[in-house]
């Protein structure tokens, strides 16, 4: 007998998962298992039951028991403030996912470097930070270097910026309010009100830039992709080379491989529908 937390919905079944319908033929449970990590990570990471059950819709005993389930994995842990927050086999999961997704976007980077002669970068948003993919360095013998799986806060830096301008305001100042806002140069922002009024800068250009706050004589500008998927490409050079004229010149190349990308996964996901 199937009661109403039931794991397999039948074909052509519509039950709510969470407020949305639930998909022909899919696990529910697994669903709705993914949609609480999800929620978990708009938060910042970590959240308490309460605000699962509210963000969720589902009710609260279905909810301790997929964290439940999810904690003995690995995947969800419990703090001393009895909150959770997303746990360390997620790392490996990601760092995986994010080195298939460097791979599938490296041809649109060796684009942009083509174009524009600087190196290119594509970052994700994992959690709390920000998370490099891949890159393609630049032409110029004197080129900057970003390491792939380096993790950095998104305060500082023009992907990081670009990506938490897309969120709506409350979500990423949830997202900053776990952030520390390190001073790495005499540039960096290093209070939430004015990060606030630099991601409205960036909301009303539609991109962002990184004036040497994460490393001097560095800038880089940034545009988010306009999709499911919470990554940015950037351009970063000497800031002798990245004079105003080039970033107006790489702002609608950035924004074209950006939306090339989004194509490309839509067409994936249209593909295996």
């Given at each position: 007998?199937?009661?109403?937390?039931?794991?397999?919905?039948?074909?052509?079944?519509?039950?709510?998962?969470?407020?949305?319908?639930?998909?022909?033929?899919?696990?529910?449970?697994?669903?709705?298992?993914?949609?609480?990590?999800?929620?978990?990570?708009?938060?910042?990471?970590?959240?308490?039951?309460?605000?699962?059950?509210?963000?969720?819709?589902?009710?609260?005993?279905?909810?301790?028991?997929?964290?439940?389930?999810?904690?003995?994995?690995?995947?969800?842990?419990?703090?001393?403030?009895?909150?959770?927050?997303?746990?360390?086999?997620?790392?490996?999961?990601?760092?995986?996912?994010?080195?298939?997704?460097?791979?599938?976007?490296?041809?649109?980077?060796?684009?942009?470097?083509?174009?524009?002669?600087?190196?290119?970068?594509?970052?994700?948003?994992?959690?709390?930070?920000?998370?490099?993919?891949?890159?393609?360095?630049?032409?110029?013998?004197?080129?900057?270097?970003?390491?792939?799986?380096?993790?950095?806060?998104?305060?500082?830096?023009?992907?990081?910026?670009?990506?938490?301008?897309?969120?709506?305001?409350?979500?990423?100042?949830?997202?900053?309010?776990?952030?520390?806002?390190?001073?790495?140069?005499?540039?960096?922002?290093?209070?939430?009100?004015?990060?606030?009024?630099?991601?409205?800068?960036?909301?009303?250009?539609?991109?962002?830039?990184?004036?040497g706050e994460q490393e001097l004589g560095v800038r880089?500008?940034?545009?988010?992709?306009?999709?499911?998927?919470?990554?940015?490409?950037?351009?970063?050079?000497?800031?002798?080379?990245?004079?105003?004229?080039?970033?107006?010149?790489?702002?609608?190349?950035?924004?074209?491989?950006?939306?090339a990308l989004v194509d490309e996964l839509a067409r994936?996901?249209?593909?295996?529908?």
């Open positions: 007998m199937r009661n109403s937390d039931s794991d397999i919905d039948a074909p052509g079944a519509t039950a709510d998962v969470g407020g949305a319908p639930a998909r022909s033929g899919t696990v529910q449970a697994v669903e709705r298992a993914v949609d609480l990590l999800e929620a978990m990570a708009d938060a910042g990471g970590t959240v308490s039951l309460s605000h699962l059950a509210a963000s969720s819709g589902l009710p609260l005993p279905t909810i301790h028991r997929l964290v439940r389930t999810l904690a003995g994995r690995g995947y969800v842990r419990q703090q001393s403030s009895r909150e959770y927050a997303l746990g360390p086999r997620l790392v490996r999961l990601g760092d995986t996912a994010g080195r298939l997704v460097g791979v599938w976007a490296q041809s649109r980077l060796a684009e942009l470097v083509d174009a524009l002669g600087e190196s290119a970068n594509l970052a994700l948003l994992e959690g709390n930070q920000i998370v490099y993919v891949a890159q393609e360095p630049g032409r110029h013998s004197m080129r900057m270097f970003t390491e792939v799986g380096r993790r950095v806060s998104p305060h500082c830096t023009a992907v990081g910026k670009a990506l938490l301008a897309r969120m709506p305001a409350e979500k990423a100042r949830e997202i900053l309010r776990h952030n520390d806002f390190t001073r790495h140069t005499d540039n960096t922002i290093t209070s939430l009100a004015a990060f606030d009024a630099e991601l409205e800068k960036v909301r009303s250009a539609g991109y962002a830039v990184d004036e880089c500008v940034a545009v988010a992709l306009d999709g499911p998927l919470p990554a940015a490409v950037s351009i970063s050079g000497p800031t002798t080379r990245m004079t105003d004229a080039l970033l107006d010149s790489a702002v609608p190349k950035l924004q074209a491989a950006a939306d994936q996901d249209a593909a295996t529908a």
